[in-house]
């Protein structure tokens, strides 16, 4: 199943936040304001009753409840239809608001102390109200006689407000969520178009063309190391076509030498009748050119399987100085041909693909003797220093320039820009060797000046 898309993610994400932080906001705001209200009603209920206690703490006989009674008349004026009740404790009715709900009833199952009030809600012929009921008076207060005063005030109002208030607020929360999503998905989408002009500089990129490098600065900075990832690599893609232009030029040149001498050797061998000894030197001279053929190919093959990972590579411990003296063995009878004399100095040992070593030494080797001058000497130096093995062949003879020392293990390049001297191999010896050193996780270098060309490899010990 397809992943969902950032855009589809992100906007759920938003959802889903906006579904949890509205709802809770909106029940804090419902909380509060019923609370508001209950608290603004319980103090209204309390100051009624600390009235009528200041009131009745005056009466000290019968005669002094008149004017009471016309003092609690007085005292639930303005209290938005306050109703009370007042009652000794040996039942006697004192006062009682007309009309009231039944608030006799609440002053019988009051059974709080002195000191605590009762606050219920209760609903009586189809309305609500909030009810206070207080216990007060006794030896030690300035109310000699226990009386039980209930107070109570609708709250109807109150509760159609707060119902409509939940309404309007779930309301407003459930928009709230559906207006963040919609603008999360459009915020996202903006957010994306630097990511989108990306993705089609991407799609641009052909062999031909190539596509233009993004500045980091002109993307957003969490995009930054994208747009620099991206310019690294549009700069190895040219690199990669340019060498693969290369490759096909060099390529098709190395090949036309040898078909065009083929070509042009069977034209002449064929023009005229000739003797077997005139026919047989004809197919050496041919089977020179298919052995630079067959080594070409053969290089060629060895480069791309090291390039895609193909071939294998044993590890077995390799005497190093074992293998530069049978290959000084291979290559005496040359070396004496040309005056070159060949000299070992140090040894060592490593882990690695012994073939694949022994061939980087030839190819060093076969180098070194070729552009030595007769009377010098080709010396191969190996040291073991920490967890490294260094090789150094080094051989005198014309110094190399500095700019294609740099260019000296590219593939199909030589010196020489004749590319026309026989022997001279189609370039790709020291891009084998590259090749070979990589693999053992090695580094290659080469110098070159008065005094001679070095080439410089270093392995690790254990790979």
Same mark, same amino acid.
Do not use: C
């Given at each position: 199943?397809?992943?969902?898309?950032?855009? %589809?993610?992100? %906007?759920?994400?938003?959802?889903?936040?906006?579904?949890?932080?509205?709802?809770?906001?909106?029940? *804090?705001?419902?909380?509060?304001?019923?609370?508001?209200?209950?608290?603004?009603?319980?103090?209204?209920?309390?100051?009624?009753?600390?009235?009528?206690?200041?009131?009745?703490?005056?009466?000290?006989?019968?005669?002094?409840?008149?004017?009471?009674?016309?003092? @609690?008349?007085?005292?639930? #004026?303005?209290?938005?239809?306050?109703?009370?009740?007042?009652?000794?404790?040996?039942?006697?009715?004192?006062?009682?608001?007309?009309?009231?709900?039944?608030?006799?009833?609440?002053?019988?199952?009051?059974?709080?102390?002195?000191?605590?009030?009762?606050?219920?809600?209760?609903?009586?012929?189809?309305?609500?109200?909030?009810?206070?009921?207080?216990?007060?008076?006794?030896?030690?207060?300035?109310?000699?006689?226990?009386?039980?005063?209930?107070?109570?005030?609708?709250?109807?109002?109150?509760?159609? @407000?707060?119902?409509?208030?939940?309404?309007?607020?779930?309301?407003?929360?459930?928009?709230?969520?559906?207006?963040?999503?919609?603008?999360?998905?459009?915020?996202?989408?903006?957010?994306?178009?630097?990511?989108?002009?990306?993705?089609?500089?991407?799609?641009?990129?052909?062999?031909?063309?190539?596509?233009?490098?993004?500045?980091?600065?002109?993307?957003?900075?969490?995009?930054?190391?994208?747009?620099?990832?991206?310019?690294?690599?549009?700069?190895?893609?040219?690199?990669?076509?340019?060498?693969?232009?290369?490759?096909?030029?060099? #390529?098709?040149?190395?090949?036309?030498?040898? #078909?065009?001498?083929?070509?042009?050797?069977?034209?002449?061998?064929?023009?005229?009748?000739? %003797? *077997?000894?005139?026919?047989?030197?004809?197919?050496?001279?041919?089977?020179?050119?298919?052995?630079?053929?067959?080594?070409?190919?053969?290089?060629?093959?060895?480069?791309?399987?090291?390039?895609?990972?193909?071939?294998?590579?044993?590890?077995?411990?390799?005497?190093?100085?074992?293998?530069?003296?049978?290959? @000084?063995?291979?290559?005496?009878?040359?070396?004496?041909?040309?005056?070159?004399?060949?000299?070992?100095?140090?040894?060592?040992?490593?882990?690695?693909?012994?073939?694949?070593?022994?061939?980087?030494?030839?190819?060093?080797?076969?180098?070194?003797?070729?552009?030595?001058?007769?009377?010098?000497?080709?010396?191969?130096?190996?040291?073991?220093?920490?967890?490294?093995?260094?090789?150094?062949?080094?051989?005198?003879?014309?110094?190399?320039?500095?700019?294609?020392?740099?260019?000296? @293990?590219?593939?199909?390049?030589?010196?020489?820009?004749?590319?026309?001297?026989?022997?001279?191999?189609?370039?790709?010896?020291?891009? #084998? *060797?590259?090749?070979?050193?990589?693999?053992?996780?090695?580094?290659?270098?080469?110098?070159?000046?008065?005094?001679?060309?070095?080439?410089?490899?270093?392995?690790?010990?254990?790979?």
């Amino acid at each position: 199943m397809r992943p969902l898309s950032l855009a %589809t993610r992100l %906007t759920v994400l938003f959802t889903v936040a906006a579904a949890i932080v509205f709802p809770v906001f909106g029940w *804090v705001i419902s909380g509060e304001m019923e609370n508001h209200f209950e608290e603004g009603d319980t103090a209204e209920l309390k100051v009624i009753a600390d009235a009528v206690y200041q009131a009745l703490a005056g009466v000290r006989s019968p005669s002094d409840l008149a004017p009471v009674e016309r003092r @609690f008349d007085d005292i639930l #004026i303005g209290h938005h239809s306050a109703s009370l009740y007042i009652a000794r404790d040996d039942g006697r009715l004192v006062y009682a608001s007309d009309p009231h709900p039944d608030l006799a009833a609440v002053s019988h199952a009051t059974t709080e102390s002195l000191e605590r009030d009762s606050i219920q809600q209760r609903s009586q012929g189809g309305n609500t109200y909030r009810v206070l009921a207080r216990r007060m008076g006794g030896d030690e207060d300035a109310l000699p006689d226990v009386h039980t005063i209930v107070v109570a005030t609708p709250i109807d109002y109150h509760l159609t @407000f707060l119902a409509e208030f939940r309404r309007t607020l779930w309301l407003m929360v459930v928009s709230g969520i559906v207006i963040v999503s919609a603008m999360g998905w459009v915020a996202v989408r903006q957010g994306h178009t630097p990511l989108r002009e990306i993705v089609n500089r991407m799609r641009r990129v052909s062999a031909s063309e190539g596509a233009e490098e993004i500045p980091p600065e002109t993307v957003p900075r969490e995009l930054g190391d994208l747009a620099v990832s991206f310019n690294e690599m549009l700069r190895r893609v040219d690199e990669s076509f340019r060498r693969l232009t290369n490759f096909n030029a060099d #390529i098709a040149h190395e090949l036309r030498t040898p #078909i065009t001498n083929l070509m042009t050797q069977t034209q002449v061998s064929l023009s005229r009748a000739r %003797t *077997v000894d005139e026919y047989q030197e004809i197919l050496y001279s041919n089977m020179e050119e298919y052995e630079r053929m067959a080594q070409m190919v053969g290089d060629m093959l060895f480069l791309a399987q090291q390039d895609n990972g193909a071939s294998k590579r044993e590890s077995a411990d390799v005497d190093l100085a074992a293998e530069v003296r049978s290959l @000084f063995d291979y290559y005496e009878g040359w070396a004496e041909e040309l005056g070159v004399a060949l000299s070992l100095d140090g040894k060592a040992n490593i882990i690695g693909d012994r073939l694949l070593l022994q061939r980087a030494l030839s190819n060093l080797l076969s180098n070194a003797i070729r552009h030595t001058p007769a009377g010098g000497s080709v010396r191969v130096t190996l040291r073991t220093t920490g967890d490294a093995t260094t090789i150094v062949v080094e051989n005198p003879g014309t110094p190399i320039p500095s700019a294609d020392v740099l260019k000296i @293990f590219d593939r199909f390049f030589r010196i020489d820009p004749s590319r026309q001297r026989r022997g001279e191999g189609a370039g790709l010896g020291l891009a #084998i *060797v590259k090749s070979i050193v990589d693999v053992h996780d090695g580094a290659i270098e080469a110098t070159s000046d008065d005094s001679g060309t070095r080439f410089r490899i270093t392995i690790p010990v254990a790979i």
